[in-house]
């Protein structure tokens, strides 16, 4: 992943900044927004604009740390965001008790005044433009969200406001800079939950909320774009009609999206995208689909008959990744009642279903995808995917071949090693451990919270919601069955005992936002990483740092103790160290790589070492030759982690296209594929009795799957 020049400057009070406003954009919640121009105060030159947007500190010292510390996490995470859809952020600088972020680009003005224009003389020339413009701005709008939550950024308050227009492109701006300061700085917003009027139903008790509230909110501006295309007064009577919160509102939003998709324009994209605006203004967070889901009906055009983006935006990337379908057939030239090619819809939606793209395949059902779809979809392991895709197919209510609904339910019928979803997390579930005997089963959460179940029953323990972290989780780790370790974007690193009737806290320790945490095999060490680029190691009677290992150049984001306890293994950005435990000398590098590795494992027996990186492989590395890693291809999507069976035949690997692989460990060959998430896959381990796989996902859910099953058909 690029990454956008960046710095941050200090500058004295009384110091001249290189930078002069030229006009007021607007007034934040953390401050004002204003045009500004670059100058160089050698030649007296302007050289370009930017937006900066200041943010107005405490006056406590403690509270200033706090706030400072908050930002530049934020701005750590949001300084990776390379896409053509989102803000680029160009420089920070402090000055007294002002922190402003410098952003590029300027853009025209926002999607709200073309919504709202203020000015009823506009809007014939507005009308025009959005008729022409806004068709292209939903995959674009839906893309850069996707980017967002794939690398685990919230945005927390999409509102037309802060989606900018620029030369007929659209932009997300004002996203998770300034979001998870601390609740006790004066810097906050009082309601983390984003703009009232757009914010999700779960955001206004003021609870936590976790990616599909913003699916919501956007939404929301969906439906206030696809209402305005209907004609701009009709927006303004329903906003008359229906005043206040969407999310207070939505026993009128069905009959809203019904009334303005008989009145509206009259042809397939127009329809499809209603029914995906309805699907994303549900209640219930677990029945919206994930960005990434949504955006993934793009990759399917035109079969799914929605427009195309404003630019080269596709979530396709290569060659490789292109979907194939026929191209002869152009389905902009053949009238609606007719039916498309069926060779080119039946190849995409055999891609929907190897895939378990649920949203596409209601649609390509909807849209005419042969009656054989059944013996298709009866092939897919997952009854609870069934389910819901015979639910959506008749929300969508539009089927040319006429297949029954209920049909759908009854196909699924075949055989799966998933055992159980466990459910309760209210966000994103970023890491899973077995204790040392397998009967418990942890899971770490951006709900703040983490999980102990019963891995046997899938029933979650007495008193197992052990909560105390303000961020979200995003590491934990078992010593035995009565230590666990976690690490959240609170900046803490928290030792639980849970041998105890009521498990409690033994220790914490403040330090960066933490990626990862492991134990060594005795116990006696917790390694953890944070911002810093550093591993710390820490003693696990009193949290006292032992030693730092320095090295990295960037964000570490896995650790792991070899077996035997004598090395260290640290993966950053293309690269793993392997340090010696004892000593903290850096005794080897594995390089080659490309792209962030973002998870690593050692082999049971100490031999090997996997890898995981975005570029969508997992690298096995022979520790003992030396030799050029095997790269495990197969995945269509980002690798996130991966694990080693405990038996030292296969390894798992869990990644963003929502399934887990298996590969041989001796060969590198492709075993199976694991599919049932409905989101990315962000973690997967192995119980250490050999019988079971657990994995977490983004949809908010902990699976286990058989091993025992499978390493028996293996045998």
């Known amino acids: 992943m690029a990454m956008t020049p960046y710095k941050h400057s200090i500058y004295e009070e009384s110091a001249e900044i290189p930078y002069r406003s030229k006009r007021h954009l607007g ?79 300027v853009a025209e003005g926002t999607l709200k005044d073309l919504l709202e224009p203020q000015n009823p003389g506009e809007w014939s020339s507005i009308r025009a433009q959005l008729q022409e413009q806004a068709p292209q701005w939903f995959g674009c709008l839906i893309g850069g969200l996707s980017y967002l939550h794939n690398n685990n950024i919230r945005h927390r308050d999409i509102k037309p406001a802060n989606i900018l227009v620029l030369s007929g492109k659209v932009l997300l701006t004002d996203f998770g800079i300034s979001l998870d300061l601390p609740e006790n700085t004066l810097s906050t917003y009082t309601n983390t939950g984003g703009t ?10 003021g609870k936590r909320f976790g990616r599909r509230g913003d699916v919501f909110s956007l939404g929301a501006v969906f439906l206030e774009i696809l209402t305005t295309l209907v004609g701009h007064d009709v927006l303004s009577n329903y906003n008359d009609t229906w005043p206040g919160a ?38 219930d967070p677990l029945e919206r689909p994930t960005a990434d889901e949504i955006y993934q009906c793009w990759r399917y055009r035109p079969f799914t008959a929605l427009p195309p983006t404003s630019c080269d935006c596709n979530p396709a990337h290569s060659d490789s990744e292109r979907i194939r379908i026929v191209e002869s057939v152009n389905p902009e030239d053949a009238a609606d009642e007719e ?32 009656v054989d779809a059944l013996t ?22 539009k089927q040319k071949q006429g297949i029954k609904v209920e049909e759908l339910v009854k196909a699924g019928k075949g055989k799966s090693c998933l055992l159980q979803t466990l459910r309760g997390h209210s966000g994103s579930v970023f890491a899973v451990a077995f204790s040392l005997h397998g009967k418990i089963l942890a899971s770490a959460s951006d709900d703040c919270t983490i999980r102990l179940w019963n891995s046997t029953t899938g029933v979650e323990l007495p008193h197992g919601k052990l909560e105390g972290h303000a961020g979200s989780v995003m590491a934990v780790a078992f010593f035995s069955d009565k230590l666990i370790a976690s690490a959240s974007r609170d900046c803490t690193l928290r030792l639980w005992d849970i041998a105890t009737e009521i498990p409690h806290e033994i220790f914490q320790v403040s330090l960066g936002s933490i990626w990862a945490v492991a134990f060594s095999p005795d116990g006696k060490i917790i390694a953890s990483t944070s911002n810093d680029y550093t591993v710390q190691l820490r003693d696990t009677e009193t949290g006292v740092l032992r030693r730092t290992l320095m090295g990295h150049s960037d964000i570490v ?76 291809r197969g995945h269509l999507g980002p690798a996130a982690a991966v694990a080693f069976s405990p038996d030292n035949k296969l390894i798992a690997s869990a990644s963003y296209d929502h399934t887990i692989r298996l590969w041989d460990c001796t060969t590198g060959a492709p075993y199976k594929t694991l599919e049932g998430h409905s989101d990315s896959v962000l973690a997967v381990a192995f119980s250490l009795d050999g019988d079971l796989i657990a994995s977490v996902s983004n949809d908010s859910t902990v699976r286990l799957w058989d091993y025992g099953a499978l390493r028996n058909a293996q045998n």
């Open 246 to 283: 969407y999310a207070d509102k939505l026993y009128g939003i069905s009959d809203w999206i019904d009334n303005i998709e008989t009145n509206g324009p009259r042809n397939d994209w127009y329809r499809t995208l209603t029914f995906i605006c309805k699907i994303m203004l549900q209640y």
């Open 196 to 205: 009232p009027k757009y914010r999700a139903p779960e955001a206004t008790t």
């Open 339 to 370: 039916p498309w090619n069926q060779e080119a819809i039946n190849t995409s939606l055999q891609r929907a279903v190897s895939n378990g793209h649920r949203l596409v395949m209601a649609i390509l059902i909807g849209q005419g995808a042969p």
């Open 27 to 105: 007034q934040g919640k953390f401050g004002a927004v204003d045009e500004v121009e670059l100058w160089d105060h050698v030649s007296s030159q302007q050289k370009r604009t930017y937006a900066r947007k200041k943010i107005k500190l405490s006056f406590s010292t403690l509270a200033q740390q706090k706030e400072l510390a908050a930002i530049r996490n934020e701005v750590e995470i949001i300084k990776r965001a390379e896409h053509i859809h989102i803000v680029k952020l160009f420089e920070t600088y402090i000055c007294g008790r002002e922190f402003a972020i410098i952003l590029e680009p």
């Open 557 to 632: 984001w896995s650790v792991a103790f070899s077996p035997d306890g004598k090395r260290i293994a640290s993966a950053s950005r293309e690269y793993v160290q392997l340090w010696d435990s004892v000593t903290g000398e850096l005794c080897g590098t594995l390089r080659g790589f490309s792209g962030f590795l973002t998870g690593l494992a050692f082999s049971p027996d100490a031999k090997l070492i996997a890898s995981a990186s975005d570029n969508y492989t997992v690298y096995l590395w022979d520790l003992a030759t030396g030799a050029p890693p095997k790269i495990l």
């Open 376 to 397: 298709l979809i009866s092939e897919m392991e997952h009854p609870d995917m069934l389910k819901s895709i015979s639910n959506l197919v008749s929300m969508y209510g």
